[in-house]
Every structure is written in C-alpha cells, then in structure tokens.
C-alpha cells in the first residue's frame, strides 16, 4: 500500500525511502474525470540521473520499460 502525505507546500507526496516524491495525478493534470477509485490505480514512479524523481498516478499501464 502507498504511503501518501502532504509536502510542506500542500502537494500531494509519496514517501520512498523515507522522501516525499511528489505525485502528479494525470486525470487531473488534463482536466479528465477520474473513471477509477484512487486505490484502483496505478502510482508509476519515475527517476532520472538517481537524484530527480516524480511520481504519477495513472488509471492503466498499457507497456512498460525499463531502462538501467
């Protein structure tokens, strides 16, 4: 289960490894109406250069790649 929390701005966090990565729900970000319940959906977490991270919070996963 996700570990959601508030940053100290008010944004919306996920708490990995004890940081808050901020969660950006895409529904929301595009003005679209959530068709799915908040724990039916899927949290993709993202890291670039192991130092920026962001989190989304998506309805489907249609592929997936990973690259090291």
């Known amino acids: 289960r996700a570990d959601f929390g508030r940053t100290p701005s008010g ?3 996920l708490r990995v490894r004890g940081d808050y990565v901020h969660v950006i729900d895409l529904a929301a970000h595009f003005g679209f ?4 319940a908040p724990d039916e959906r899927f949290l993709v ?7 920026s991270r962001v989190a989304f919070l998506v ?3 249609v592929g997936q ?4």
Not at 45 to 51: N, P, Q, S
Not at 65 to 68: A, G
């Open 59 to 61: 309805e489907d996963i």
């Open 11 to 13: 944004a919306q966090g």
């Open 45 to 51: 977490l993202c890291e670039a250069d192991g130092a």
């Open 33 to 36: 109406a959530h068709g799915m």
């Open 65 to 68: 790649q990973q690259v090291v």
